[in-house]
């Protein structure tokens, strides 16, 4: 059933090419988003007045992205929150608002109130949901499947991979509807999406660099992981990743916050790593980089192909292919996914199913 892998998390890894191809041929006909089984229609989507996705952990970490995709090519304004929180908070919504609730079970106890709490004040809903007939998918007014088919192993990865696809073609369509961008720019970023499956095949294959990266860190105490922007939200699913399964403390920071009180926290040896993306954000987080290595880190950078120049910093460099930055963060989870996998393989920890955790979390 692991069909030759040593774990479903690996298995699951190797399956995202295909999971991402299956989601936008799901939503994607000849050239042009069809939501027609989403059931969101042309006037809904002009009338939104802002959106609100609610979701918990790697889905809260997908809706980081989501809101600076959608922020910047629809401008529509976005929050994003843990389900955990919004529940509890009384929090404003305005009538034409959209609450978007993003869950790869469809049963986490949280985002299924944080819905029901929306609905019941007459706010539209849309789901992002895997598991179909689930709760959140049934009890949502709009739903988009995801089409990563079962997901075993605890630590999500191409649930999180197909949500981030889902959260793409609602920013491209919602973009394109509302007039913020032409039809050149709607059919360059659906080619690009569509080159994302072939790319990250690319990323799997070369992946013995970081399985031997990975090796050296099994007895590290502290990883920090930093980035901006959108590498700002990469970073958040990559420590988390990294935490779940190799027992590992780590953080993520945006990388302009550190000097806030986290470099404190930096030792001789402590591991750095760094995300980067996002051009225009590329030299801002690399001095913060080399701020945490005069205080005795030892850096890792994540970059894209071009990049070379980031060994002059680092003391290990991994690199992913050109993409339009909007999506990069397809891209860069994998080495992160990677790179966590290893690390708790080289501890000889049970990676598909760490100790205290569950696959769905349906307490609150
Ligand atoms: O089923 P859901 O997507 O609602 O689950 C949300 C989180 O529990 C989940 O993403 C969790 O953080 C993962 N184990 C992370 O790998």
Avoid at 33 to 38: A, E, G, P, R, T
Avoid at 54 to 82: F, K, N, T
Avoid at 256 to 263: A, D, N, P, R, S
Avoid at 285 to 293: A, D, F, G, Y
């Amino acid at each position: 059933e692991k069909a030759g892998f040593e774990h479903f998390m690996m298995k699951e890894i190797h399956e995202q090419p295909k999971a991402i191809k299956d989601t936008l041929g799901s939503v994607v006909k000849d050239g042009k988003i069809d939501l027609s089984n989403v059931g969101l229609a042309k006037e809904d989507i002009e009338n939104i007045s802002q959106i609100h996705i609610v979701a918990c952990g790697s889905a809260w970490h997908v809706g980081m992205v989501a809101q600076y995709v959608i922020e910047d090519l629809a401008r529509i304004p976005v929050r994003v929150e843990l389900a955990s929180e919004f529940r509890y908070r009384n929090p404003i919504i305005d009538k034409d608002a959209l609450v978007i609730i993003i869950s790869q079970s469809g049963e986490t106890a949280d985002s299924l109130a944080a819905l029901r709490e929306a609905k019941s004040r007459g706010i539209k809903t849309l789901s992002i949901v895997n598991v179909v007939g689930s709760s959140i998918a049934r009890e949502a007014d709009n739903v988009f499947y995801t089409l990563a088919g079962p997901e075993i192993s605890v630590a999500t990865t191409k649930a999180y991979s197909t949500q981030l696809i889902a959260s793409y073609i609602l920013a491209i369509e919602f973009a394109m509807v509302r007039g913020q961008i032409n039809q050149e720019q709607y059919d360059g970023f659906l080619s690009e999406l569509s080159e994302l499956p072939d790319k990250i095949q690319k990323i799997i294959d070369d992946k013995e660099r970081l399985q031997w990266f990975a090796s050296k860190q099994a007895n590290a105490k502290d990883i920090f992981f930093v980035g901006r922007g959108i590498d700002y939200a990469i970073s958040l699913e990559g420590s988390l990743k990294l935490k779940e399964i190799s027992y590992i403390h780590s953080e993520a920071y945006a990388a302009g916050e550190l000097k806030h009180g986290t470099i404190s926290l930096i030792e001789d040896g402590t591991l750095v790593i760094g995300v980067l993306t996002q051009n225009g954000l590329y030299e801002k987080t690399i001095s913060n980089m080399v701020e945490c290595k005069s205080r005795g880190a030892y850096l890792m950078g994540l970059t894209t192909y071009g990049n070379y120049n980031i060994e002059d910093t680092v003391e290990f460099a991994t690199y992913i292919p050109k993409t339009d930055e909007h999506f990069a963060a397809s891209l860069a989870v994998i080495p992160l996914q990677l790179l966590a996998y290893y690390v708790s393989v080289a501890k000889g920890l049970d990676v598909d199913k760490p100790r205290n955790l569950a696959k769905s979390v349906t307490v609150e």
